[in-house]
């Protein structure tokens, strides 16, 4: 099993910056492809990001200009920029035991954190 805590959650307001943290712990490699997904109200879960040490990083188009995932040891970062209302929504953390994808579809990620809130106003 592998457990993932995120943190960094918050409010915001549009333009502002925020930085999302994940820690994984228990069976964690570091060879897995870490994600961030998210969640608005009555809407699907969504890839935002993922980062892979063998293959590298992949970006939803919505936000690869403005968000930026990072890797050290078991925490994964997510640097949020200029943030938009349209970003409000519960990031999750997921782990993809597959080492060799960067993949966005979250039916690929074994492993879930609980989610952290972030809401922007306008």
């Known amino acids: 099993q592998v457990q993932l805590a995120e943190s960094g959650g918050g409010l915001a307001q549009a333009g502002d910056s925020l930085r999302l943290s994940c820690a994984a712990s228990?069976?964690?490699?570091?060879?897995?492809?870490m994600g961030w997904f998210r969640q608005a109200p009555g809407k699907e879960r969504e890839f935002v990001a993922a980062?892979?040490?063998?293959?590298g990083t992949k970006y939803a188009d919505s936000v690869a200009d403005r968000f930026t995932i990072a890797r050290t040891k078991n925490l994964v970062y997510l640097e949020m920029r200029n943030l938009k209302p349209e970003d409000t929504a519960v990031y999750y953390c997921?782990?993809?035991?597959?080492?060799?994808?960067?993949?966005?579809?979250?039916?690929?990620?074994?492993?879930w954190g609980q989610g952290t809130q972030v809401t922007v106003s306008s």
């Open positions: 228990g069976r964690w490699l570091s060879t897995d492809t």
């Open positions: 980062m892979s040490w063998r293959v």
């Open positions: 997921a782990v993809d035991p597959a080492t060799t994808r960067l993949d966005d579809r979250a039916s690929s990620y074994e492993y």
